[in-house]
């Protein structure tokens, strides 16, 4: 029986789609469930798998094609693996390179290329995932009980002598822009272009917030589940608590209508290897430290993965990015739009400040809020900003909300 593969169903935000590999060719049989072909939208890369053992009968759009919603990819022949299994006994050389080529196709991409830097052999790492595929866990697990295999990566691959680079030649390389780099880039440009953004800075004293941290961590780690403490958990509740007081940093802008949310939605930005992806915490002012917490490290591991889904990534009503984890001392944002305003984070740094007349050498951080001036005055930018510094300094505040 004859099964048409299609693209999964976009949502509103989603126009469109691009082939971005096809893990089976015609003729080869796949398991229910198994990895057909990779979609990449402009947010995430969704999964089309099998939908019952067969073969895969006919590819209908290559790698690299722009498809629609729920558009015909591929034709499956469904109940017809048996089927495969005489012509791979015509010809037995023919059939171990498919072994082959089926072993690689259970290693997923980022498995693939953590395998690929490392110089590790596929075939001697035990797969966990569906059907013994082979995962990044897997291999991150691999690496830990071999550590000798890590330092043969750089001996094994020679990169001048597969390019046949020359001492000294200046080379080039030209690569098409991923469909999320690029949305990426036309977003960010769109952004300046038609928000009349500015950014206002301030800088918090982390003392407080560091002292509560030391104090607690190991309480809190135990009480909730191995749920460490960090940092954006109090930013993100400072920062609830402040768009409540401000609403016009907490709205969006649609044509030339304002819409003011009674909710917070924050996004936190999170850096993958596709580039950089916000998934959102919803109803941020229910959601307690832990709960905070444990949600921003499952969005972290689930990135790393390839594994956040639309619906982790749409609406959000303010947004938050932490360059400091990088090492940044002071940045500008850019807006994520429809949304108003985006705070930025930095390193902590030790300065000398002066404390009612003594010079203290206190971890200060520099806070950055940039602002769509159209909606938000400067006014309520500073004090919202101003708000959110006084309580991270006094995080009693935002228990008695004063």
Known sequence: MSIEIKTPTFPESVADGTVATWHKQPGEACATDELIVDIETDKVVLEVVAPTDGVLKEILKGEGDTVLSEEVLAIFEAGAAASAAPAAAEAPAASADASASTDAEKVGPAARKLIEENGLDANQIPGTGKNGGITKEDVVNFLKTKPAAAPAAPVKVDNAAALNIVSGERVEKRVP??????????????????????????????????????????????????????????????????????????????????????????????????????????????????????????????????????????????????????GSLMSTPILNPPQTAIMGMHKIQDRPMAVNGQVEILPMMYLALSYDHRMIDGKEAVQFLVTIKDLLEDPARMLLEV
């Open 177 to 326: 822009m991923t469909r999320l780099r690029a949305t990426i880039a036309k977003r960010l440009v769109e952004a300046q272009q038609s928000a009349a953004m500015l950014t206002t800075y301030n800088e918090v004293n982390m003392k407080p917030i560091m002292e509560l941290r030391k104090q607690y961590k190991d309480l809190f780690e135990k009480t909730h589940n191995g749920t460490r403490l960090g940092f954006m958990s109090f930013f993100v509740k400072a920062a609830t608590e402040a768009l409540k007081r401000f609403p016009a940093v907490n709205a969006s802008i649609d044509g030339n209508d304002m819409v003011y949310h009674g909710y917070q939605d924050i996004g936190v930005a999170v850096s993958t290897e596709r580039g950089l992806m916000v998934p959102v915490l919803r109803d941020t002012d229910a959601m307690t430290l832990a709960d905070v917490e444990s949600t921003i490290a499952d969005f972290g591991k689930r990135g790393r993965d390839g594994k956040l889904g639309l619906d982790d990534m749409q609406g959000g009503t303010f947004t938050i990015t932490n360059g400091g984890v990088f």
